[in-house]
């Protein structure tokens, strides 16, 4: 067999089984994102709290107020202040990430391919990003979510504990990156290929007790349990 052949024959061989294994992720996402965990929402809570969850196709983060009777996230995240234009942040967004990919890559177009291959194998360090907002409206990619008081709480515990103790008297520190508002704190957590930045949105949804999916390692698997913009969820019988 000539030597042409033979990598030829090798190189369809690998495109094949790289096709392949992006479509079983795939199949599996939409699965495992299709099976619930959480609790239905039966009735509108006395004590709502709105948040919401916003996407920009690929990356999926949770918007909370700054502050209300259960956290003021000035007390424990010393970026919360005003917005760059000066504004009065009302909002934050909080996401997880793989720390070389959120400080050192604008876009996906820009990853080193030794970044892409060393997350997919072995994983990086988790970062929780943190981005100021100033009374953000709800569109197609952020949308609005009214969830009990009980929830919120859990939510923020969840959240909290993404973020290391820090010692009597010590000040949290963050880093900044040159492409983004965000700012970037470490976290305990890492990265992998299975606690990716929308399976951490997702386990964080479902640690406060909120319906969503079970496996949701893209984007549109946790977006799709998030009522759109002037729709209304159905009630649950």
């Not at 957590?189 to 930045?197: D, N, P």
Request: with cysteine.
């Amino acid at each position: 067999m000539p030597k042409s052949s033979f990598w030829w024959k090798a190189v369809r061989r690998t495109f094949a089984a790289i096709l392949a294994i992006i479509a079983i992720a795939g199949l599996a996402g939409w699965i495992g994102s299709s099976i619930p965990r959480g609790d239905p929402l039966l009735d509108a809570p006395a004590d709502p709290v709105e948040i919401m969850i916003a996407t920009n196709g690929v990356h999926t983060e949770i918007v909370v107020p700054v502050v209300n009777s259960t956290r003021d996230w000035r007390e424990i995240l010393p970026s919360v202040s005003k917005t760059a234009s000066g504004d009065v942040t009302t909002h934050i967004a909080i996401g997880f990430g793989e720390r070389d990919v959120f400080i050192n890559t604008p876009t996906f177009y820009d990853m080193r391919l030794s970044t892409a291959l060393r997350v997919a194998t072995t994983g990086g360090e988790g970062m929780i990003r943190v981005i100021n907002l100033t009374n953000p409206g709800a569109h197609q990619n952020r949308r609005k979510l009214t969830i009990s008081r009980e929830q919120y709480a859990r939510l923020v515990n969840a959240l909290e504990d993404d973020l290391p103790p820090l010692a009597a008297g010590e000040a949290r520190t963050f880093e900044t990156s040159t492409y983004d508002r965000g700012r970037y704190y470490a976290s305990p957590q890492r990265y992998t290929l299975i606690t990716t930045c929308n399976q951490w949105t997702s386990d964080r949804l479902a640690n406060a007790g909120i319906r969503t999916g079970w496996l949701t390692p893209f984007s549109g698997g946790v977006m799709k349990w998030v009522p759109k913009p002037n729709a209304v969820r159905k009630v649950e019988p």
